[in-house]
T-cell receptor, first 108, second 114 residues
Framework: RKEVEQDPGPFNVPEGATVAFNCTYSNSASQSFFWYRQDCRKEPKLLMSVYSSGNEDGRFTAQLNRASQYISLLIRDSKLSDSATYLCVKTGRRALTFGSGTRLQVQP | SAVISQKPSRDICQRGTSLTIQCQVD?????MFWYRQQPGQSLTLIAT?????????ESGFVIDKFPISRPNLTFSTLTVSNMSPEDSSIYLC???????????FGPGTRLTVL
C-alpha cells in the first residue's frame, strides 16, 4: 500500500465551481502535511500546510483528520489558473513523501 | 526562500552512458534532496545529501547507480550511471532552508535515454 494515496482524477470543473480533493495516508507517526501544486512541466511548489485545526488561505481550505489519517483540500470559486496537479505530501523518514497527485482542469 | 538552478535542463542520452546533473542553491543549506519523477508519476526520493558525509539512499536506489557529491553547502551533483531507457525521468533537487517548514525545488532535469 502506498504511504500517500490520492484519486488521480482528472477533475474537470467549470469556472466558479467548488472542488474537493481527498488524500489518505499510512504511518500515523508523520508529523507534517502539505498540499503542493505542480503545473505541467514545472517543479512542485508549496500551496499550503495542513493543520488539524483546519486552515484557510483565500479560496483554499485544507483539513487534516489524524484519527482517520485523511487530508482534504477545498477550492472555492475555481479559476482557470487553478488548473494543475495537486500533490498531497507528508513528512517521511528523511524527506517528503508525495502522493501521485490529483489533476484539476478548470474549464471556461 | 531559496533559488535553485539545475544543469542541464534536459538531455537525450544513449544507453550505457552516464549523465551528471548539477544543482546550485543561492544560499547555504544543510540538507539537499534528490527526487525522481517518472512520466505520469509523482516524486520519489532518491537520496538525501548532507555536506561532509555520504548520501543516504532510499530503498531501491544504490550509490553505484546514482552517485552523489556534496562538496559544499550550496552545491550538489547527481550522476545517473550506465543509463537505460527506464532511467528516462525528470530529476529534481530540493532544499529545506533553515527556519522554513517548506521544501523548495529546482526546475528539474528532463532526461531521455534512447
Amino acid at each position: 500500500r502506498k504511504e500517500v494515496e490520492q484519486d488521480p482524477g482528472p477533475f474537470n470543473v467549470p469556472e466558479g465551481a467548488t472542488v474537493a480533493f481527498n488524500c489518505t495516508y499510512s504511518n500515523s507517526a508523520s508529523q507534517s502535511f502539505f498540499w503542493y501544486r505542480q503545473d505541467c512541466r514545472k517543479e512542485p511548489k508549496l500551496l499550503m500546510s495542513v493543520y488539524s485545526s483546519g486552515n484557510e488561505d483565500g479560496r483554499f481550505t485544507a483539513q487534516l483528520n489524524r484519527a482517520s489519517q485523511y487530508i482534504s483540500l477545498l477550492i472555492r470559486d475555481s479559476k482557470l489558473s487553478d488548473s494543475a496537479t495537486y500533490l498531497c505530501v507528508k513528512t517521511g523518514r528523511r524527506a517528503l513523501t508525495f502522493g501521485s497527485g490529483t489533476r484539476l482542469q478548470v474549464q471556461p | 526562500s531559496a533559488v535553485i538552478s539545475q544543469k542541464p535542463s534536459r538531455d537525450i542520452c544513449q544507453r550505457g552512458t552516464s549523465l551528471t546533473i548539477q544543482c546550485q542553491v543561492d544560499s547555504q543549506v544543510t540538507m539537499m534532496f534528490w527526487y525522481r519523477q517518472q512520466p505520469g508519476q509523482s516524486l520519489t526520493l532518491i537520496a538525501t545529501a548532507n555536506q561532509g558525509s555520504e548520501a543516504t539512499y532510499e530503498s531501491g536506489f544504490v550509490i553505484d547507480k546514482f552517485p552523489i557529491s556534496r562538496p559544499n553547502l550550496t552545491f550538489s551533483t547527481l550522476t545517473v550511471s550506465n543509463m537505460s531507457p527506464e532511467d528516462s525521468s525528470i530529476y529534481l533537487c530540493s532544499v529545506e532552508p533553515q527556519g522554513y517548514n517548506e521544501q523548495f525545488f529546482g526546475p528539474g532535469t528532463r532526461l531521455t535515454v534512447l
